[in-house]
């Protein structure tokens, strides 16, 4: 797959920032961005379309913090049936656009027990556990054939955000992000498992877009919101109306954290 022409309203806005909004997190786009323009990922040429309640499913450009923000309101997700080279592809688009850091949200489910549902965590580091890796078999145009992977998740931003977080008194995680295909929820005996190979949250999406982005020489962010203790941890049966309804229930605290995250950029 390949993008021919890239969409001339962004070619001119030339956005500088990335952002890709997580379930129940899209609504940071109508909030907080003085918006300039909507595409919606149908009118791209070449470009799959989300499937998901709660993923809109289109690009929203404009300016936050005196930056220029290209946001991704809705993802693609590897259990929708996408090819890994189909949803990395906005990625590949982000970064021939000119954009120079990526800001990624998500849901997840918390495995560290001192999570809480409400919680946000930034991504310290990530474990692929998709069973696939979204560089298999794409023809290196730009950056490394073997990518150095040691620092993912930008450390230095990484501090800056933890100081804000701390001067704020917001609770602020970090820690390592497992990534699974889903769609399922996981097992009791999965997150067992999870925990042993040192994950404190577990989510479906993320991981493959911050590796496309760090091949590409991208600063990358990772931001989750813990929407549910994940399986065993909770007392009761996960669903996805609790993911959306814990990431509504955040809403501010959250659009502050992600505005202050894109100014300290
Ligand atoms: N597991 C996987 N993905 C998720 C979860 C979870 O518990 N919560 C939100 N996304």
Redesign the pocket.
């Known amino acids: 797959m390949k993008l021919s022409k890239l969409p001339t309203e962004l070619t001119d806005f030339k956005p500088e920032v990335g952002l890709i909004l997580g379930?129940g997190l899209g609504f940071f786009a109508d909030d907080q961005i003085e918006v300039v323009g909507h595409l919606t990922y149908a009118e791209i040429e070449g470009f799959p379309v989300s499937t998901v309640p709660g993923h809109a499913g289109q690009f929203v450009w404009g300016h936050l913090e005196g930056r220029r923000v290209l946001c991704m309101q809705g993802r693609f997700h590897f259990y929708e049936g996408y090819r890994m080279e189909q949803l990395t592809l906005p990625i590949r688009m982000m970064q021939k656009l000119g954009v120079q850091v990526l800001f990624l949200t998500n849901?997840?489910?918390g495995i560290n027990p001192c999570y809480v549902s409400g919680d946000f965590m930034l991504i310290e580091d990530h474990i692929n556990f998709l069973g696939t890796n979204p560089l298999i078999g794409t023809v290196v145009d730009v950056g490394a054939r073997f990518p150095d992977m040691t620092e993912v998740y930008d450390k230095a931003l990484r501090q800056k955000i933890r100081e804000w977080a701390q001067r704020q008194s917001m609770r602020l995680q970090e820690g390592n992000y497992l990534a699974?295909t889903?769609p399922s929820?996981?097992t009791p005996a999965e997150i067992r498992a999870f925990a042993t190979l040192g994950a404190d949250a577990?989510?479906?999406s993320t991981v493959p877009e911050a590796i496309v982005a760090r091949q590409l020489g991208l600063r990358v962010i990772g931001i989750s919101c813990i929407?549910?203790a994940?399986?065993g941890i909770s007392s009761g049966p996960?669903s996805h109306e609790e993911?959306t309804e814990t990431a509504d229930s955040v809403r501010q605290e959250f659009t502050a954290l992600l505005t202050a995250a894109i100014a300290l950029s």
Do not use: I, P
């Open positions: 379930s849901a997840a489910g699974t889903g929820f996981e577990v989510g479906m929407t549910n994940a399986a996960l993911v």
